[in-house]
């Protein structure tokens, strides 16, 4: 704020501007390593960066709440393992392999959670078919054999999340 750069500019014993970019100038010219975090934030977000602005953390924080009020969170969410790390060494390839399953429910059931623009079928179509979603809910499937993890083979969950527009999900199966 105002009022840090004023007390920096005291603490430093520098020269005291008039406005904030003036301060901000003076205390960058005597210190490179000093942020004006306003001006960053900016800058950030301007980049299309991977940073949350305060709106959109706030309907991801809506779209938990309602998800963990539905039917699905309770079907999917109660019991089982959640972000389950699974190491195996393949023998046939000699190599190790890795899958990071987001939930495996309680009756040994895959689901993976995306993102997604909408939840229209035209989009979850384009990325279930573009991403290779199933593709990578076989090599998980593959990667949990070997290490001896018992899954229910051929069946692989998908938990579409969208908050962009709508905070609202929508489980589909494979």
Do not use: C, M
Not at 73 to 81: A, K, T
Not at 91 to 105: I, Q
């Amino acid at each position: 704020s105002n009022d840090d750069l004023k007390q920096f500019i005291d603490d430093k014993y520098l020269q005291s501007g008039k406005t904030i970019q003036e301060r901000i100038d003076i205390i960058q010219s005597n210190y490179k390593g000093v942020i004006y975090y306003p001006h960053y934030r900016i800058e950030q977000e301007n980049k299309n960066s991977r940073l949350l602005t305060r709106e959109t953390a706030t309907k991801i924080e809506n779209t938990v709440k309602d998800i963990q009020q539905s039917k699905t969170h309770e079907r999917l969410f109660d019991g089982g393992y959640s972000e389950l790390t699974i190491i195996a060494y393949d023998e046939s390839r000699g190599e190790w392999v890795k899958a990071r399953l987001d939930k495996v429910t309680a009756d040994n059931k895959l689901i993976d959670v995306k993102t997604i623009y909408d939840l229209s079928v035209g989009q979850i179509t384009r990325d279930i078919d573009q991403k290779l979603y199933s593709i990578q809910g076989a090599f998980y499937h593959y990667v949990a054999r070997l290490a001896g993890f018992n899954l229910e083979q051929d069946v692989f969950g998908l938990l579409f999340v969208e908050w962009d527009t709508y905070q609202r999900s929508l489980l589909v199966e494979i």
